[in-house]
Nanobody, 119 residues
Framework: QVQLVESGGGLVQAGGSLRLSCVLGGNGFVVNVMGWFRQAPGKQREWVAKIDRYETTEYADSVKGRFTISRDTARNTVYLQMSSLKPEDTAVYYC?????????????WGQGTQVTVSS
């Protein structure tokens, strides 16, 4: 059974930093891509960053230069280091894993962690 558990959210002032973590639990899969999404109140969920099994990273333009995604393969954990935070970064942040499970590609989501940036 695959589980994704996020942590690290909280309240921070504008200009501050936070680091989110996402632990991938379970077995019987191969990680294809892991990423972060966010959803602000009244808005659609949007993609933030991703990292593939070759450690290639990509970022949304809105966070490029401020956020860094990384992974610790040994711990099956993906991180999102967020710096120079802005009030518009306020959202629930979700971790997503695209996994190869027995030859089938499947997406899994975490429960989300709240990030609030005060002005």
């Amino acid at each position: 059974q695959v589980q994704l558990v996020e942590s690290g959210g909280g309240l921070v002032q504008a200009g501050g930093s936070l680091r989110l973590s996402c632990v991938l639990g379970g077995n019987g899969f191969v990680v294809n891509v892991m990423g972060w999404f966010r959803q602000a109140p009244g808005k659609q969920r949007e993609w933030v960053a991703k990292i593939d099994r070759y450690e290639t990273t990509e970022y949304a333009d809105s966070v490029k230069g401020r956020f860094t995604i990384s992974r610790d393969t040994a711990r099956n954990t993906v991180y999102l280091q967020m710096s120079s935070l802005k009030p518009e970064d306020t959202a629930v942040y979700y971790c997503k894993a695209a996994l190869n499970v027995g030859g089938t590609l499947r997406d899994f989501w975490g429960q989300g962690t709240q990030v609030t940036v005060s002005s």
